[in-house]
């Protein structure tokens, strides 16, 4: 006798009951019965409340004309009146851009959406075509900052980067491959991401959230309506997205877009340390347990650190309350805070704990002194006693180098250490900006890399 389990028997009844309910007849006129809606979870309300502050922007750059060998030929140029190099052609790109200003018509985007733009042109989700003015650029954060003039705008409400936790949802809004505004979701999957571009100020928040070539620029908004971060990179082998985005935090982005509307350009901050990571080796080293922070390694002779007491050894755990994880995080806070502004530092020594007030100085690197010379896109200091001691001399150390910047292209490297410029000494970044201010054809750039002294030629 053939015989079923329990389950097996409420399978056939709960099928049988569906059954019923299918095959039950519709009433007059074939529609359903009346019943309460189901409820579905959406976040329309709130993307209706945001998606108008987002924008697609469309960008024209000048590109060098195709080269032709025969350009070079003086003779064929006389003949056919031919100019000496072919003429430069538009090229057209495109990207996306955050309201974050209503009533001044502010707008946020990426620094390399809008680079060496020639026109820039905002498209509101309405329709509205805009044409726009660049406020300010920084390379170093890749943050821009635009300016429209507009009625009726509506701009997106800026959230606390600093509250946001791993597992937070959030969506990705902007104008991927040119194809219109475009909602994606998922989760902060990371924060304090660095890493990315070493010569940059790099905070990220990292996202599964799908971001592809035209969502750079775009919002990262949280679930409650608020801007979390600027759209900027995606890790992928192929160029599509693979769940690995990047976003600039807000707040990172907010302390950008303030000096660009106060200066037009970001004046960075400098405390006249070097500074490494709290290993844990190091911590153990130093009896600190499992303590995160920064080590000072050394600390610049008239910087604003000696002035305020800071020693090598110190171990910054904090700035004004906020924990310091690493010497990222410490580069980040003295890189972004405007010259003459007052930080907290609570610093761990062997004989305790103590917090120090240092006044930030203007950072020499961020001069504009430097910004139309080979070396821009450079971030240099003066050597230290140390420094000077060990090489011989005094001079400009180079930190760091923005790829694709002037000074890249023009073969400098980090670490190394300019001592001269066409058989002049260079002892600072002041002589240095001075030596350059003659606007020379060529330089002669002596420096020490790795130990040797070489010849530089700079044109």
Same mark, same amino acid.
């Given at each position: ?339 003459? @502004?007052?930080? %907290? &530092?609570?610093? $761990? ?5 103590? +917090?120090?007030? !240092?006044?930030?100085? /203007? *950072? ?63 002892? @600072?970044?002041? %002589? &240095?900006?001075? $030596? ?5 054809? +060529?330089?002669? !750039?002596?420096?020490? /890399? *790795? ?9």
């Amino acid at each position: 006798m053939f015989r079923t389990s329990p389950g097996l028997r409420r399978g056939f009844l709960s099928l049988a009951a569906a059954l019923l309910v299918v095959a039950a007849p519709l009433p007059a006129g074939g529609q359903p019965l009346p019943g309460p809606p189901a409820a579905r979870p959406t976040l329309a309300p709130v993307l209706d409340r945001v998606t108008p502050a987002v924008v697609n922007i469309a960008v024209a750059t000048e590109a060098p004309g195709r080269s032709n060998p025969l350009y070079s030929d003086p003779y064929f140029r006389r003949f056919f009146d031919l100019p000496e190099a072919p003429p430069a052609r538009q090229r057209m790109s495109a990207g996306s851009g955050v309201i974050v200003d209503a009533a001044r018509g502010h707008v946020l985007t990426n620094h390399h959406v809008v680079a060496n733009a020639s026109e820039i042109l905002v498209t509101l989700k309405d329709g509205r075509r805009l044409r726009a003015e660049l406020v300010g650029s920084d390379q170093a954060t890749d943050i821009a900052l635009l300016k429209v003039e507009a009625r009726n705008l509506v701009a997106l409400e800026i959230g606390d980067s600093d509250s946001l936790q791993v597992g937070d949802y959030v969506v990705a809004i902007g104008n991927p491959f040119g194809l219109g505004q475009t909602v994606t979701s998922g989760i902060i999957s990371a924060l304090g991401r660095s890493g990315i571009n070493n010569e940059g100020y790099e905070d990220f928040i990292q996202t599964d959230a799908s971001i592809n070539p035209g969502n750079s620029g775009g919002a990262l908004v949280t679930l409650d309506g608020k801007l979390a971060g600027i759209n900027t990179a995606i890790l992928s082998p192929a160029g599509g997205n693979i769940g690995i985005g990047f976003a600039v935090p807000s707040n990172m982005a907010v302390s950008v877009m303030q000096q660009l509307i106060a200066h037009g350009e970001v004046r960075r901050g400098r405390l006249g340390v070097g500074i490494q990571n709290l290993t844990p080796d190091l911590a153990e080293a130093l009896g600190l347990g499992g303590q995160r922070g920064a080590v000072i390694a050394n600390v610049e002779a008239g910087s604003p650190a000696e002035k305020a007491g800071l020693k090598v050894g110190d171990v910054v755990t904090s700035v004004d309350g906020r924990a310091v994880h690493g010497a990222a995080d410490l580069r980040n806070r003295v890189g972004l805070s405007p010259a003459g @502004s007052t930080m %907290d &530092l609570v610093v $761990r020594r062997t004989d305790g704990e103590r +917090t120090i007030r !240092v006044t930030i100085a /203007r *950072d020499a690197d961020a001069s504009a002194t430097l910004a139309d010379t080979p070396f821009a896109g450079a971030r240099l200091r003066d050597a230290t006693r140390e420094e000077t001691r060990r090489h011989g001399e005094a001079g400009v150390v180079v930190e760091a180098i923005l790829p694709g910047s002037p000074a890249s292209r023009s073969g400098l490297r980090a670490g190394d250490v300019i001592v001269a410029v066409n058989r002049v000494a260079v002892e @600072s970044v002041a %002589d &240095l900006s001075r $030596r350059l201010s003659g606007r020379h054809a +060529t330089l002669a !750039v002596e420096l020490i /890399r *790795d130990g040797s002294r070489i010849l530089l030629i700079v044109r």
